[in-house]
């Protein structure tokens, strides 16, 4: 079945230090992928997404590669700020699942003043 | 702004005391999904709609039920919630065959047993 593997956390950064989130996936089809954030006591919202290889989804600074090759789909941002404190959860969504998503773990980030 | 909307974002309920959480959204998307998440953990789907055509996830617990009266709303009762039951839970849709499969989740609501 379909898979999602999120490197360990917590991370704690210091404001404007740079940030890369590893997520490996496995899928019997070709997903879509996302990066999801949580802010405390909330709900879950889209960060960013890519539907195909090589594909490059952005937003608010961060950005993440669809790599079919390596099965990859880490995010990256090059000066994190204190705002940017949250839980970041990669998933995929398999086509013909009724859009159903497969989640990671998720990992917190804290980033420090 | 089109979005998904979940009343109450805090329930209090006692043990053994059904509960109804409740879920609108103002996309017109078609497929609308309640999952459960505990502390630390990602969130767990519970069920999803089809548009009427319900689809129940193996291990969902027969104590949670749902009903989808129309196309906006969604609800999720727990028939007899136990202390194990309480999390956040969580509503999202999504528009099947959209191409891009991305589901938008509510603010969530936080359930306490006591």
């Known amino acids: 079945g379909d898979s999602v593997t999120q490197m360990e956390g917590p991370v704690t950064l210091s404001e404007e230090a740079f940030l890369t989130i590893n997520c490996t996936y496995t899928?019997?089809?070709?997903?879509?992928l996302f990066w999801y954030v949580q802010y405390p006591g909330e709900g879950l919202q889209l960060l960013l997404k890519?539907?195909?290889?090589?594909d490059k989804g952005s937003n608010k600074g961060f950005e993440a590669t669809y790599r079919k090759e390596t099965t990859s789909f880490h995010l990256e941002k090059g000066s994190v700020q204190v705002s940017d404190s949250a839980v970041y959860f990669c998933a995929l969504s398999d086509p013909g699942a009724n859009s159903k998503l497969t989640f990671g773990k998720g990992i917190t980030l804290s980033v420090r003043p | 702004d089109a979005m998904v909307i979940q009343n109450p974002r805090y329930q209090v309920t006692q043990f053994g005391k059904p509960v109804t959480l409740s879920c609108s959204q103002t996309?017109?998307?078609?497929?609308m999904y309640w999952y459960q998440q505990k502390s630390s953990q990602a969130p767990k789907l519970l069920f999803h709609y089809y548009d009427k055509d319900f689809n129940n996830e193996a291990d969902t617990p027969d104590n949670f039920q749902s009903r989808r009266p129309n196309t906006s709303f969604c609800f999720l009762d727990i028939r007899s919630p136990g202390l194990g039951d309480a999390a956040m839970y969580l509503c999202?849709?999504?528009?099947?065959?959209?191409?891009?499969?991305?589901?938008?989740f509510g603010p969530g609501t936080r359930l306490t047993v006591t």
């Open positions: 899928a019997t089809g070709y997903p879509s």
């Open positions: 996309l017109n998307h078609n497929v």
């Open positions: 999202a849709t999504s528009r099947a065959h959209s191409g891009s499969y991305e589901q938008y």
């Open positions: 890519a539907t195909k290889a090589d």
